[in-house]
């Protein structure tokens, strides 16, 4: 299948746990299902596919088990933590996609790689916390777990926190060409979980996890130019993205460039902990190898394909 269009394929952590449930396995497994309702969209168009996810919610869960268990069982480090939800996620995207597959008699496989990310042990990000994890709260609990836990939290939207970890950028993606060996072939693979586990060379050459959280839509980005990507989805919780959002003059973007989008960029119009990080990502999709970036939601994705909804991000 090497000569067949490719897809890389981000889907929100929320997509997978939304922000209204408490998150239990049973939530997770039916929005998994539903979710890969719309992948396999791709699957019936016949594309070569690719996909990341997010992990803020369950890692932010992970961390908050660390917490209530600290003074039974030894606190796990981030990086770790990362690791066992690319393990869990992948685990309920893989054989809920192997059942979807079943059911329309495909004999495509699916395989989930536990990414390791390469980063700059020097990056000035790991100082400055900024990637949000976990679930939202008010002012006055936010500022309860920051005096009790001194965890750093900022305000993602007016009136909602969450915490913020490191977030630096990833350079480079481990296996990256046994993933697109796999993916040329027609295997299903899920990598990049959670952004990858972020991992730095010490002196010696050798591998160090580092405790932070590296940017879903970015390492999709990257390994989207890895595999030679043509089309990168960005599946959030929105049907498309907007100038002025939440405005009286909220304007709804459907096709545009990335010239256009570098300038409304550069205005400020994306807010820095939400559509920010996802354009910053479809730009750099954009400036290699990659044809157009669809930002939708995962209700959209069959109508997004059809170039009937979402919005559509051009190379030029």
């Known amino acids: 299948m090497a000569d067949n269009k490719t897809v890389m394929i981000a889907l929100g952590g929320n997509a997978l746990s939304p922000k209204s449930e408490a998150g239990t396995i049973t939530q997770q497994f039916k929005h998994t299902k539903n979710s890969l309702k719309g992948v396999m969209h791709f699957v019936q168009s016949g594309y070569n596919i690719c996909i990341t ?19 039974k069982v030894p606190p796990l480090p981030l990086g ?28 495509r496989e699916v395989v989930s790689f536990i990414s390791q990310m390469k980063v700059d042990g ?38 909602l926190w969450r915490r913020v970890v490191p977030s630096p950028a990833p350079l480079y993606i481990f296996n990256g060409k046994s993933i697109k060996h796999l993916v040329d072939f027609g295997t299903i693979v899920i990598a990049g979980g959670g952004g990858g586990i972020p991992a730095y060379n010490l002196e010696d050459g050798s591998l160090e996890g580092l405790d932070g959280v590296i940017d879903k839509d970015m ?13 990168l989805f960005i599946i959030t919780d929105v049907d498309n993205i907007y100038l002025n959002f939440k405005t009286d003059s909220q304007e709804i973007i459907r096709n545009t460039t990335a010239k256009d989008m570098e ?21 750099y999709f954009l400036n290699h190898h990659g044809e157009e970036v669809i930002i939708t939601s995962i209700e959209n994705i069959g109508k997004a394909i059809q170039k009937q909804a979402g919005t559509r991000i051009l190379k030029n």
């Open 263 to 283: 300038g409304w960029l550069k205005d400020g119009q994306f807010w820095r902990g939400t559509m920010e990080p996802k354009i910053k990502a479809a730009l």
């Open 53 to 71: 996810h997010g992990n803020g919610p369950q890692v932010g869960a992970e961390l908050s088990r660390n917490e209530i268990a600290a003074e």
């Open 219 to 231: 390492t999709a980005a990257l390994l989207g130019r890895i595999i030679k990507a043509q089309e």
């Open 80 to 107: 770790v933590l990362v690791a066992n939800t690319q393990g869990a996620m992948g685990y309920m995207i893989q054989q809920s996609l192997q059942n979807a597959l079943y059911n329309v008699d495909s004999n």
């Open 122 to 159: 020097n990056d000035p990000a790991i100082d400055n916390p900024s990637k949000f994890i976990g679930i939202s709260y008010d002012d006055k609990q936010a500022h309860k777990y920051m005096d009790k836990y001194g965890w750093d939290m900022k305000e993602q939207e007016p009136g």
